[in-house]
């Protein structure tokens, strides 16, 4: 058998705070680590939440409260020199890309002549294509490789623009989390809930629709509460609406909390109601914790992790009736909820970390020559 290479590796993000895909990026530099690969990592914003292995190179700590264009060109010659100074085997960039003259810049100044690995987090197309995917496709297809975090987004994205040196690879979980004692909030103790939890961005997430699906079920009259658990630029107004319907007083909002496992483990369930995913975590994270789930069948993501009546129950549609009764038969079917808790976490033991770090590790041993 031939001996494991061992690269030195730069992953790059926004930031490592608050998101599935700013987790997911700090967990691989964990399981790179963890591989015997050198891991670096390079952030643009001053936000870390989440436990990460290697150097990091912190560019957010060099932004000014007023930031020029001088400034920001500083902070990329910054960038540059030191991926030419450190001499990786590879980049591995996790940034969505929502602007082609940006990622040109970036193909053509900040990676010119570097190895480079786009992951892709997202089934919306301008969030990682950038709004000219034509143009864009051509830059993917010089890279060593596209990961994508979903089997949707390689086949029905990626491929279908052309960019065939395509892969996926599943975003993980860490089984560790099961042992993680975080604090359990004072104001759930001896409640039955159901949980929703990410960024409070309606317009991706549809906090809106889950109101008023746990509003029509009626499972508040059985004293089941709705917990919203996040920070974003719309908590006040979902909590408006929360207050306007007749069950407001059993939604209850909780702001974010980097360690959220405690809060999990106890839900009866964690619902999901995006308009749209890459391979959403939030199913995973819960699922791992032995906690059922209740998914709208979004293009990407659900299906690759949802098993409608075993480990959860996947909603054909977005539709308030469907979701209302899905609530109601988890909350009241005693049978049904036994059945989806004892497949909850054998269900995904193909993400965990172990699992995941042994893909990465093949693909880079695979793709580096």
């Known amino acids: 058998m031939a001996a494991q290479k061992k690269f030195k590796v730069c992953l790059v993000s926004i930031s490592l705070a608050k998101g599935g895909l700013e987790r997911s990026c700090a967990m691989l530099s964990q399981m790179l680590e963890g591989q015997g690969h050198e891991v670096h990592l390079v952030i643009l914003n001053n936000e870390i939440d989440y436990p990460y292995s290697g150097k990091l190179l912190n560019l957010g700590k060099l932004k000014a409260e007023k930031d020029t264009m001088t400034k920001r060109l500083l902070r990329f010659r910054k960038f540059r020199n030191y991926l030419k100074k450190e001499h990786f085997d590879v980049v591995i960039d996790h940034r969505p890309k929502n602007n082609f003259e940006r990622e040109l810049f970036y193909s053509k100044f900040i990676y010119r002549q570097l190895n480079k690995i786009y992951v892709i987090h997202s089934s919306k197309k301008t969030e990682y294509l950038t709004e000219k995917p034509e143009a864009f496709s051509k830059i993917c297809r010089k890279n060593l490789l596209n990961v994508a975090v979903s089997k949707y987004i390689e086949t029905e994205i990626l491929k279908k623009q052309g960019i065939e040196n395509s892969i ?58 709705l917990i919203i658990l996040g920070d974003g630029k719309d908590k006040e107004m979902l909590q408006k609406l929360a207050v306007s319907k007749e069950c407001g007083e059993q939604i209850l909002f909780l702001p974010f909390t980097k360690n959220p496992f405690e809060i999990i483990k106890s839900a009866l369930c964690v619902t999901l109601t995006s308009k749209y995913e890459g ?27 949802v098993q409608h009546k075993k480990n959860g129950l996947l909603i054909a549609k977005r539709s ?35 699992a995941i770090s042994e893909e990465w590790n093949q693909t880079l041993q695979h793709a580096i020559q």
């Open 320 to 354: 308030l009736p469907l979701f209302a009764e899905a609530l109601r038969n988890l909350c009241f079917d005693e049978e049904l909820y036994e059945t989806l808790k004892k497949h909850a976490k054998p269900s995904v033991e193909k993400f965990s970390m172990q």
């Open 279 to 305: 391979f959403p975590m939030v199913l995973v994270e819960s699922l791992s914790l032995g906690t059922p789930v209740i998914s709208l069948d979004i293009v990407s993501g659900p299906s690759e992790i």
């Open 168 to 225: 996926t690879i599943h975003n993980a979980f860490d089984p560790a989390w099961e042992k993680e004692n975080g604090d359990f909030p004072e104001i759930l103790q001896k409640k039955k809930y159901i949980l929703s939890y990410g960024r409070l961005d309606d317009s991706i997430k549809d906090f809106s629709f889950l109101m008023e699906a746990f509003s029509q079920s009626k499972v508040w009259e059985k004293d089941v509460h």
